[in-house]
């Protein structure tokens, strides 16, 4: 197996180097920075590069775009992420550029050497390796990120009433609860959709779409 290996704190990528030559893997380069990794991949074709997500020149995020560069330019090379951190804005974007060739494993939870030789042999063979933690991570995030999610039960039946095109009349006698009920709710879903109180009678209809999708 030939590996691009790229990682900014030298005295760590000396040691992964080691690693993998130890056991059999071709480290063709080892970089500093997403800049060089993307040079060095398009030198040497190989079957897989190592990054990690924070490296220069912001130390944010530019190995984990350097990934997704290396997968859209290259999606013969398998990609694995190496970090400490879950970088979520790209971390989605990464593993749905394709379904095969993909790892993401954070540092501090790689118990040993042969468990990241392991993972990163099944990503060149074409698996995906996800670490746990990141998918949960990522999970947790998504679900942040989607107002629905926030609903409470009776909140999504109030939606769903609305939906259906209830009164508010009419969801307060379906739901059994009072009229001053049901405003508070959809109060509240107004709310957490973040629906501003300007849009005046439109964010009814506003709050429907969201629901369905639109």
């Known amino acids: ?6 990682e900014d704190s030298a005295l760590l990528r000396q040691g992964i180097e080691l690693l993998l030559s130890e056991q059999g893997i071709d480290v063709v380069a080892s970089v500093g920075d997403g800049e060089q990794l993307l040079r060095a991949v398009a030198e040497h074709r ?3 590069c190592v990054t990690d997500v924070r490296m220069p020149p912001t130390f944010l995020d530019e190995g984990l775009r350097a990934a997704l560069a290396v997968r859209a ?3 013969e090379t398998a990609v694995l992420v190496l970090s400490h951190y879950v970088e979520e804005r790209y971390a989605v974007d990464l593993v749905n550029t394709n379904d095969n ?4 494993l954070l540092k501090d939870r790689v118990s040993d050497a042969e468990e990241f030789v392991d993972a990163l042999r099944r990503v060149a063979a074409g698996e995906t390796v996800i670490d746990p933690e990141v998918v949960k991570q990522l999970l947790a995030s998504s679900r942040q990120r989607d107002p629905l999610a926030t609903l ?3 909140e999504r039946e109030v939606l769903t009433a609305m939906a259906e095109g209830r ?11 009072g009229t001053a009920a049901v405003e508070k709710y959809i109060r509240s879903i107004f709310m957490k ?9 439109h964010r009814r209809v506003l709050a429907v779409l969201r629901y369905l999708g639109a």
């Open 46 to 48: 190989p079957d897989a």
């Open 73 to 75: 330019r290259w999606p």
């Open 101 to 104: 060739g993909v790892g993401y």
């Open 1 to 6: 197996m030939r590996v691009v290996l790229a």
């Open 167 to 177: 009164s508010n009349a009419g969801i307060a006698a379906d739901l059994t609860i």
């Open 193 to 201: 959709f973040d629906l501003q109180q300007e849009a005046g009678d």
């Open 152 to 154: 409470t039960p009776r």
